[in-house]
């Protein structure tokens, strides 16, 4: 399995925008479809995006897509996620996750999980 680390979360208002990071260790990194998953307070753990090991295949949920841009450098063992136009109700724990099989929206696809980054958008 890959080791994954999250960063880059924090607090910011209403309208602003935040570049979130995952960074894997190991050299198969581009061996594995990277999600981005997300929990609110209360709320279950929710898929945001994930693309696939060359990048060519994104795919974002219908409350962030056009906000929200998943991309990935296999050189650095990183993928990103770039929140734009951030809502108080993107406030969540967000969790990259790692899948060595075929992408998908599915929490059991993936076998690798960080640890979380928290963002909090203040109205």
């Known amino acids: 399995q890959v080791q994954l680390v999250e960063s880059g979360g924090g607090l910011v208002q209403a309208g602003g925008s935040l570049r979130l990071s995952c960074a894997a260790s190991?050299?198969?990194?581009?061996?594995?479809?990277v999600a981005w998953f997300r929990q609110g307070p209360g709320k279950e753990r929710d898929f945001v995006a994930y693309?696939?090991?060359?990048?060519?295949?994104?795919y974002a949920s219908d409350s962030v897509q056009g906000r929200f841009t998943i991309s990935r450098d296999n050189a650095k063992n990183t993928v990103y996620l770039q929140m734009n136009s951030l809502k108080p109700e993107d406030t969540a724990v967000y969790y990259c996750?790692?899948?060595?099989?075929?992408?998908?929206?599915?929490?059991?696809?993936?076998?690798?999980w960080g640890q979380g980054t928290q963002v909090t958008v203040s109205s």
């Open positions: 996750a790692a899948s060595a099989g075929t992408w998908g929206t599915d929490l059991d696809r993936y076998q690798s």
């Open positions: 190991g050299r198969t990194f581009a061996a594995y479809t």
């Open positions: 693309i696939t090991r060359s990048g060519k295949r994104t």
